[in-house]
């Protein structure tokens, strides 16, 4: 194995066919950490050569991902597509040395020459028919280009992650490096890239590794310095299958938008998916770039469990700046909240975000602080306010109407010596207090919801629950 060089280039190489993948966004989060940890260079290459399947959309949702969750990129951005030409002149010296042939077999001759092998159980693959024969003899039929793999002795790759691979030579076959419209295929075209680019250390998921060893034959045959590889384990869903839609969102872009999660969550939870620095859980950008290292990395699948992302997301919800937080919210809501309404959004953050787990939870939760009068009551909150529960809540609020100071203190204060009068307990004067003032049973602190209410509107929801039994006599008299 080589030693580490020390301008260390990594990349990052997404098809852009679809949404930035979970599994590729922890790529890029490690290759992007790797080189920020030795002051290298991270590299983004879209490798955007199947032009039927590949779009802008996917293109601008990819840099759109690896942005929010900070991973910035070096220089602009590489198109795999654009480079078809550069591609083809490397394939034209491999000709020209002798590394590679042209191979005229008609398509109806591959496909029978498949058909045969699996007939007889063999591998399926190329039987190498004109490898060493004149290329004279194809004439101007069609032909592609393909590689002259070795064919004695065996490879090894040092795997930083996998560790010593050896794959025998027999079992990789003359593949296609240009097709017959020449056009450069996906193996050639990652090598010629990854060296044009500089790429020292290739880290990517442990589905590329048998390309590893198509790849080598095509790097020594240039001359050209072998990268340090590193294949990492694939994610799997909590029931240990491969990541897929059943496990719930795939793509970077619905933890963020549809399930409401931070980015330094998905970061923090991203980078101890399969790698470990002692026992941490929490770690912030800086010590993840401080301790990143490949030998932390396991070799066994990673499990993604959305609890697990959840629990870390609410530490970061603790943790978040207020005013960026009701920020958030704001498109979150069913309206557009004006200047007074992002503040009281804002001042309602400490009491809200201890009892979420995300943006959806808290934007649930602010709904009390916006709901119109009278208050409509969940099931639950209209049985809070049956029996003798609706005269402590008269009580509450005569108590509450005569707060001089209108702050936590003094309303716990009043609140408190409405249950002392009445011989009860506490939670039995402010369980009526929340169905009135939230209409739910659930909600932050009661005395924060009547701060945050303020005077008016808090005292006008008791007053139209109190009011409300009244009403409903007067409809059952005129029916």
């Known amino acids: 194995m080589a030693a580490d060089p020390q301008n260390v280039v990594t990349r990052f190489a997404p098809s852009p066919t679809g949404f930035l993948h979970i599994g590729g966004a922890r ?3 490690f290759n992007w950490l790797f080189a920020r940890a030795r002051g290298g260079k991270f590299l983004l290459r879209i490798e955007d050569t199947d032009r039927v399947r590949s779009t802008d959309a996917a293109i601008a949702a990819i840099l759109d991902g690896m942005q929010w969750l900070g991973l910035d990129w070096d220089g602009p951005e590489t198109y795999q597509f654009a480079r078809a030409g550069r591609h083809a002149e490397v ?9 590679a042939y042209k191979c005229f077999a008609a398509p109806e001759e591959l496909t029978a020459l498949r058909a045969a092998q699996a007939a007889a159980k063999q591998p399926i693959r190329y039987d190498g028919r004109w490898r060493d024969r004149d290329p004279a003899e194809g004439g101007d039929k069609p032909f592609v280009v393909r590689l002259k793999a070795p064919r004695e002795g ?3 790759i040092v795997d930083r992650v996998q560790g010593d691979v050896t794959v025998q030579n027999s079992e990789i076959d003359d593949f296609v490096l240009l097709r ?7 193996m050639l075209a990652v090598v010629v890239d990854d060296h044009d680019m500089g790429v020292t250390h290739v880290i990517r998921g442990d589905d590329h590794l048998n390309n590893a060893f198509r790849q080598l034959p095509i790097i020594k045959a240039m001359g050209w310095p072998e990268p340090v590889y590193a294949h990492v384990p694939m994610i799997h869903g909590a029931d240990g299958g491969k990541m897929s839609k059943r496990h719930g969102a795939v793509g970077v872009d619905s933890y963020r938008d549809e399930l409401g999660i931070l980015p330094e969550a998905l970061f923090n939870y991203l980078l101890r998916l399969g790698w470990g620095h002692g026992d ?6 800086e010590q993840a770039i401080e301790w990143f290292a490949l030998d932390g990395v396991g070799r066994s699948p990673a499990r993604f469990d959305l609890k697990k992302l959840e629990n870390l997301n609410g530490h970061y919800l603790r943790e978040a700046d207020d005013a960026r937080l009701a920020a958030l919210l704001a498109d979150r809501l069913p309206f557009k909240p004006d200047a007074a309404q992002q503040g009281l959004l804002q001042r309602a953050m400490p009491a809200l975000k201890p009892r979420a787990a995300n943006l959806n939870d808290l934007a649930t939760g602010t709904a009390f602080l916006f709901a119109q009068r009278p208050l409509m ?5 209209t049985k809070l306010l049956g029996g003798p529960a609706r005269g402590l809540l008269a009580q509450a609020h005569a108590a509450l109407d005569a707060v001089a100071a209108w702050d936590t203190s003094n309303l716990e204060d009043a609140v408190r010596n409405v249950a002392e009068t009445a011989g009860v307990t506490l939670g039995q004067v402010a369980q009526p207090l929340r169905a009135a003032l939230t209409g739910r049973k659930t909600s932050p602190g009661i005395f924060e919801v009547l701060e945050l209410l303020g005077r008016g509107e808090s005292l006008g929801r008791i007053a139209d629950q109190l009011a409300e039994p009244a009403a409903e006599t007067k409809k059952e008299q005129d029916a």
């Open 280 to 285: 941490a859980e929490i770690i912030s950008r």
């Open 180 to 186: 017959s419209d020449g056009t450069p295929t996906y």
């Open 27 to 29: 790529t890029a989060l």
């Open 377 to 381: 009551l969940d099931e639950d909150a």
């Open 154 to 156: 065996a490879t090894t």
């Open 91 to 99: 394939a034209h010296q491999l000709l020209a040395s002798g590394h």
